[in-house]
């Protein structure tokens, strides 16, 4: 294919419009649907769906949510995918309960549906799920802070940066995972904010931005001043606290610990600004799923969960460079080799 058909046809799908593969491939048809397009993490999953779509001859359809959360645009985005004859959706869910009726539409007419890095509420509402074990990756974090702290972590006043009200299974996973890993009692750990552990002062929401970072690392520096660890859902929301923190001359003072892995988040670990992260694999994810919906098409054949667990797993890795004992990590400079965005 010519550079310039190459370049026409990137721009197409960075409009949402179709890229119409070769005429042989056209019956099989894909979408993707992201919480937004402007977090990395999801940019570098379009990518890797893109690319592997190309690959493969399947034509894709990308949509995304104006902020995460906009569960709208997503339910608008399942609604286009079944008209227009999609073969298999995949779909990073920004309301995990409220999107499941469109789902189950989507699965009765007969389309492939695989959740990415979010599982649905219930997960079986998807026929797959294709992500980062969220809890593992929260415990990887909780465990790291924990040891770093030594014994300060019987007195730690620790605060939790959540995703949204909501409380998607992805942002429940890291935040319960954490505690589990830092040595706090979750009590259900399928539910923020019931845990009765007085190290805690509190949780706020961030919608995964750096601006939700900064206004709910504010809110519970009013409630403790004296907070000293910081978990939270991604590395904008991480960012966004230090800033808040830096404001008041307390960016020395506070562990921010986080789950990505993006390139600029892997940046801020070696800057000091994070002192570990979980990162994930997001291009591995999305291709892994083109190609079962390939697969499926013309076979029929379903994905497989990863054996002993209930969703195919896509790898997850500790990210820093103060390593603590009993804790397998990465180096910054492997994690900026494995980074994206």
């Given amino acids: ?200 002062v509190g949780h706020d929401v961030t919608n995964g931005n750096e601006e939700g970072g900064r206004k709910a690392m504010e809110n519970l520096l009013q409630k403790d001043p004296g907070i000293n660890v910081i978990h939270t859902i991604n590395e904008p929301a991480a960012v966004g606290a230090y800033q808040a923190l830096k404001a008041v001359g307390m960016e020395k003072n506070v562990l921010i610990v986080s789950v990505d892995g993006g390139c600029p988040g892997v940046k801020s670990v070696k800057e000091g600004v994070i002192g570990a992260t979980s990162q994930q694999y997001p291009l591995m994810m999305a291709a892994l799923g083109v190609e079962a919906i390939k697969k499926f098409a013309e076979t029929g054949e379903k994905p497989k969960p990863t054996a002993g667990k209930s969703f195919f797993d896509t790898g997850v890795s500790l990210v820093t460079d103060k390593p603590v004992p009993g804790v397998k990590s990465i180096d910054v400079k492997e994690g900026t080799a494995k980074c994206w965005g």
């Fill in 1 to 200: 294919m010519k550079k310039s058909v190459v370049t026409a046809a990137l721009a197409s799908l960075a409009l949402g419009v179709v890229f119409a593969m070769p005429a042989q491939a056209a019956n099989v048809s894909a979408c993707l649907i992201t919480k937004t397009d402007t977090n990395p993490f999801f940019v570098k999953m379009k990518e890797g769906a893109t690319a592997k779509a190309k690959e493969l001859g399947v034509t894709l359809k990308s949509y995304a949510g104006k902020i995460d959360g906009d569960s709208e645009s997503q339910v608008a985005a399942i609604e286009s995918c079944i008209a227009s004859g999609a073969k298999g959706i995949l779909i990073a869910a920004s309301d995990t309960k409220g999107i499941v009726s469109s789902v189950k539409k989507a699965r009765d007419a007969g389309v492939l549906v695989i959740a990415l890095d979010t599982p649905l509420e219930p997960a079986d509402a998807a026929d797959a799920t294709f992500a980062t074990d969220n809890l593992l990756a929260g415990k990887l974090i909780g465990q790291w802070a924990k040891e770093t702290m030594g014994d300060k972590v019987k007195t730690a006043k620790v605060g939790f940066l959540d995703l949204a009200p909501s409380q998607p299974s992805v942002d429940v996973l890291r935040d319960q995972g954490f505690m589990m890993g830092f040595g706090i009692d979750p009590k259900d750990p399928n539910k923020i904010g019931d845990e009765t552990d007085p190290r805690i």
